[in-house]
């Protein structure tokens, strides 16, 4: 029996990815029985476009390139794919999610009807979350919360860090602000101390030079 579905699993958007039409329409269905959000492509380039990585547009150090804007039109919390599919197979999708700075954060499945451990040790090494035997059940669908939510998470905290950052910058400002006074302050008064230490030394020069009339009598007619 699969865990009881809640608001926040509705808020979940998963992107199913199998060139069998039967087995996409039962991921599909296990997903939504979870309440989950589903939305399911034939292909591993569909997926990638989906996702906003665009081939073509990659840069010299073959990183993968990512439209900012069609990424965060929908935002995916996972992926699930079948690992045999002709021209782009599950891993190599596998892969190039991983290999791309911008979406090497999402969490993906592998799923497959051939249980070939090196096929599933390889997946896993290469950052798959899971690997499910087909036919996948609602028991498997159950393990997939937890990547979800870890990764919902990590967006929730996006905007928390920049505001700390923020702060953090605002705090240097008003640090250096007041140690720029300080500064003034402690300027001024060692100019006060040395006009001060100038009048006296002043003051004593001009006593020095004074004549002095000790031991004269002054006469008057």
Same mark, same amino acid.
């Given at each position: 029996m699969g865990i009881a579905a809640t608001d926040a699993d509705s808020q979940f958007h998963v992107l199913a990815v /199998? /060139?069998? =039409?039967? /087995? !996409?329409?039962?991921?599909?269905? &296990?997903?939504?029985?979870?309440? +989950?959000? $589903?939305t399911t492509v034939d292909s591993g380039s569909k997926a990638l476009e989906f996702l906003g990585w665009n081939? #073509?547009?990659? #840069?010299? *150090?073959?990183?993968?390139f990512v439209s900012p804007q069609n990424h965060q039109e929908v935002e995916v919390n996972l992926v699930i794919t079948d690992y045999c599919m002709p021209g782009m197979t599950g %891993? /190599?999708? &596998? @892969?190039?999610?991983?290999?791309?700075? %911008? =979406?090497?954060n999402i969490p993906v499945v592998i799923m497959s009807s051939e #249980? $070939?451990?090196?096929?599933?040790?390889?997946? &896993?090494?290469?950052?798959?979350?899971? +690997? +499910?035997?087909?036919?996948? !059940?609602?028991?498997? $669908?159950?393990? =997939?919360?937890?990547y979800m *939510?870890? *990764?919902?998470? @990590?967006?929730?905290? @996006?905007?928390? @860090?920049r505001e700390n950052i923020e702060s953090t910058h605002e705090t240097s400002e008003i640090h250096l602000q007041t140690t720029q006074t300080v500064?003034?302050?402690?300027?001024?008064?060692?100019a006060n101390n040395n006009n001060k230490r100038k009048s006296m030394d002043e003051g004593l020069t001009q006593d020095r030079t004074?004549?002095? %009339?000790?031991? &004269?009598? $002054?006469?008057?007619?």
């Amino acid at each position: 029996m699969g865990i009881a579905a809640t608001d926040a699993d509705s808020q979940f958007h998963v992107l199913a990815v /199998d /060139d069998s =039409l039967i /087995d !996409r329409k039962l991921i599909e269905r &296990l997903l939504k029985t979870s309440s +989950f959000q $589903v939305t399911t492509v034939d292909s591993g380039s569909k997926a990638l476009e989906f996702l906003g990585w665009n081939e #073509n547009e990659r #840069n010299s *150090t073959n990183e993968t390139f990512v439209s900012p804007q069609n990424h965060q039109e929908v935002e995916v919390n996972l992926v699930i794919t079948d690992y045999c599919m002709p021209g782009m197979t599950g %891993y /190599d999708l &596998l @892969k190039k999610i991983k290999e791309s700075s %911008y =979406l090497r954060n999402i969490p993906v499945v592998i799923m497959s009807s051939e #249980n $070939v451990p090196s096929r599933i040790t390889s997946c &896993l090494e290469e950052g798959a979350e899971e +690997f +499910f035997l087909k036919p996948v !059940r609602i028991s498997d $669908v159950d393990k =997939l919360r937890p990547y979800m *939510t870890k *990764t919902k998470c @990590k967006s929730i905290e @996006k905007p928390e @860090k920049r505001e700390n950052i923020e702060s953090t910058h605002e705090t240097s400002e008003i640090h250096l602000q007041t140690t720029q006074t300080v500064q003034q302050i402690q300027q001024t008064v060692q100019a006060n101390n040395n006009n001060k230490r100038k009048s006296m030394d002043e003051g004593l020069t001009q006593d020095r030079t004074r004549p002095r %009339y000790n031991g &004269l009598t $002054v006469m008057s007619n």
